[in-house]
């Protein structure tokens, strides 16, 4: 069936570089080996090479302005003034890099999770006595930029002022904080105006969360304002439906609206409520955020639903294209079949326009076909896996449930000082320890030294810890990229990318594993490297596992099976490392859940049942765990206080968090919620270069002591060490050890 022409938009693209430019001129320039302007002029190049990539697509609007030297929030927070008073005597990027990873003497802003994805973002913080001052001169020359290279095409990209105020730590009340940006606001679009711009992008993601029902008077007051510029806006949002504010968000005075076609129930939206006749819809309908290629049949029928009711439509990813690699053609190392149904950033682009030229009439190759004919042979290279769906079908209840209860089990496990201190897991990972598995995957090591050369970093480890007075050690994860990748790659039913980086934060990019196919472990993953670490050492060594939810949210998961269900999967094999770990003398083991909240669906009404598998996951993985074995969990960068029921019903014996940047709310969240098992306090922040000094850990942990019995505090970094260098990480371990002997003595002698 043929229709009208649609136009081709984008939201967003990957912004650190093909080859990662942007992370190695960032870590060039923290090092004092190039200046400012390199650094600059690196994020420049890549974001001209990303606009030519979607000229050449045939892209018909081109989002532009999206492109950071750290995080779009930040930016956002500096043009508009937004400068918390501990920065304000710093000035240009010494003031951005501080307010980003903090400087000495200066915590960084905290940073969390971008509503359900796996980047995380600064959270801004206005006072109540907040002056926003703007200054919008580099956002203004890189649209002009955009204008020279791309004319009409591009279309800046603005962060709407109520998704930055709602996602802030907000003084005051939030109309208030409207009142001073909307005029800032309307003066860029005034700017933008007088530049030539015919058309921007206004992103208001939050329209996708449940509280968005609460946000009706400031988001319409926004538009209102807006709208008497003059300038056409477009309304982005994605993620998700609009739910409840749907029948009142398409009668805004925008030109069009953006929704995501690929999550939630956008299209029995449109067809209970219809789609304004005088707006431009904008249609995500190729998922901006996994890396399969679409289902032809699928998603032509719901385009043909769409334009029954509206013709006048746009057709773009779902999102931003930050959330994905590249370019799919680059692995040319995985197998054959799989390859040709992956979809990256240029083939989502191709996808894009296909499905344009297709609702034309106009791709006389028919090259949907050929996609159809791809995954038919994909389906027959990746078939199920009897004994997998065998094991999931037997699962009992007792599965799920550990001997005794935590205050039984408490007295059996290993005894401990007052305030034990350990860490997360992972110590830095030098360019000495990345060369030696470069050498090993060229064949320039054999299995055997390279091997020799990993146990003699995890002696070093052990005794390091040991010399500082750590209590719990680790072996230091020398032979691991990555929390996830390790695992995957010893996991069947996984894949992996040679150049299939994404942006976690800054300048930490990831290479997510790909799940194609049902989940096993061929064989035993750590406890080599836990038996050698233990024969080292008196002390006890954890066990250290990434847990199932956090593995499938890190990784791009099938598309043809449920998330619940690839957990299980995932789950089943942990649980097998469990007990290796165990019957090989493991009495600590830490099974790491970062991921478990920002997998939570942004509609609260959807929280339930996710929470309920979510929690199940990690109880099939460690509830074989005997009980004189000590469970560790640890989560990282988001709140817990309002889920801190299903995270007490995970029957962790420890739970590690985040606390440093956040000071002390998040431990106070916890307390408040009553949490009854052991809690270990992230006393200082990893991802600062700066090293806190033993009085101020004192005061850290002082916080905590208010709040909580001593037995249940443990002392910790507030995540793992493997971004900092040693010169930074052994003197502030040797400061949080001295901290917690402090308080630990002072305890003992209030004890006498």
Known sequence: MTFQTAQTATLGYPRIGKNREVKKALEAFWSNKSDAETLRQTVRDVESANWKTQLEAGIDRIGIGNSTLYDGVLDWSIRLGLIPDRFRHLAGLDRYFAMARGKDGISALEMTKWFDTNYHYLVPEIATDTKPEANFADFLATVQRAKDFLGERAVPIILSPVTLLRLSRLEGNLAGHL??????YSNLFSQLKALGVTEVQVHEPILVTSSAVDLREAIATTYAQLAQVGLPIHLVTYFDDLGATYPWVIELPVAGISLDFTRGRSLELLQQHGFPSDKQLGVGIVDARNIWKIRPESVLSTLETIQSITANIRLHPSSSLQFVPYDATRETKLPEPLRNVLSFAEQKLEEV?????????????????????????FEQFSPANDRVQAALKNLTTNDFVRSLSYSLRLDRQLPLPVLPTTTIGSFPQTAEVRQLRVKYKRGELTEAEYQAAIDARIAECIKLQEDIGIDVLVHGEFERTDMVEYFGQQLSGFAFTENGWVQSYGSRYVRPPIIYGDVTRPQPMTVREFQVAQALTQNPVKGMLTGPVTILNWSFPRADISRQDQAFQIALALREEVADLEAAGAQVIQVDEPALREGLPLKLERWNQYLSWAVDTFRLATAIAQPQTQIHTHMCYCEFGDIIKEIERLDADVISIENSRSNNRTLQEVTEAGYSHQIGNGVYDIHSPVVP?????????????????????????????????????IPALKNMVEAAKTLREEANANAK
């Open 693 to 729: 000094t033993t009085e101020r850990l004192v005061q850290q942990l002082q916080a905590g002591i208010r709040n909580l019995p001593l037995r249940q505090i443990w002392v910790n970094p507030d995540c793992g060490l493997k971004t900092r260098r040693w010169e930074e990480v």
């Open 179 to 184: 009142a001073k940006l909307l005029p800032l």
């Open 353 to 377: 326009v296909i499905l344009a030229h297709t609702l034309a009439g106009k791709d006389p190759s028919d090259r949907l076909a050929v996609v159809q004919t791809q995954w038919k042979t």
